[in-house]
């Protein structure tokens, strides 16, 4: 089955001292690292996702260091770098086009953040057909806040995967995908 390594938004404001730290997000790009050394070894296709907002978002404003693909993660010459505007990084991106032109029937997704660009892309992978697999120590979420209420990162987390694991993905750490 033809694979496709996923990287969504692993961007440097989202690191410590980035304009949008989210909660180990060194410790989710570690681990995509390692996904992607597998999948450069292995020959999947691999595609990284960079998020561009607007020059007044409060961060990935264009032109900016921190909206570029950190150095984890960097990617290599013939690696497909999606430009996208929307959490979902298949709206308004080339990204189905790419996949399909591979022959790609799976899709393995790392990232951040969680709770948005990582939901948005696994729902729109499985509707569009595409096994699809998140690596969740591989992502990242960051804290949220409703109603007064602010609930954890790693909550905010648990909460995003577990309705992926019941009805769209196959939610699993680093070490499972690599071993497969």
Not at 24 to 39: D, G, P, S, T, W
Not at 53 to 64: A, L, N
Not at 99 to 115: D, M, N, T
Request: with cysteine; charged share 20%; proline share 4%.
């Amino acid at each position: 089955m033809t694979t496709a390594l996923i990287l969504v938004d692993i961007q440097n404001d989202y690191f410590e001292g980035g304009a949008w730290p989210v909660a180990k997000m060194a410790q989710a790009a570690e681990n995509a690292a390692r996904l992607l050394k597998h999948a450069r070894e292995t020959g999947q296709l691999v595609v990284h996702i960079r998020h561009e907002g607007r020059p007044t978002s409060p961060f990935f404003r264009p032109g900016t260091e921190g909206a570029e693909i950190h150095t984890s993660v960097a990617p290599s010459a013939g690696e497909a770098v999606v430009l996208k505007h929307r959490p979902n990084s298949f709206q308004g991106t080339d990204l189905q086009n790419i996949l399909q032109g591979a022959g790609v029937e799976r899709v393995i997704l790392c990232g951040a953040q969680s709770q948005m660009c990582i939901d948005a892309t696994t729902r729109a992978a499985v509707d569009m057909g595409y096994e699809t697999i998140v690596a969740e120590d591989a992502c990242g979420a960051k804290e949220a806040q409703f109603g007064g209420v602010t609930v954890p990162a790693e909550m905010v987390h648990a909460a995003f995967m577990s309705p992926l694991a019941m009805s769209y993905a196959k939610v699993v750490t680093t070490d499972q995908v690599l071993n497969g």
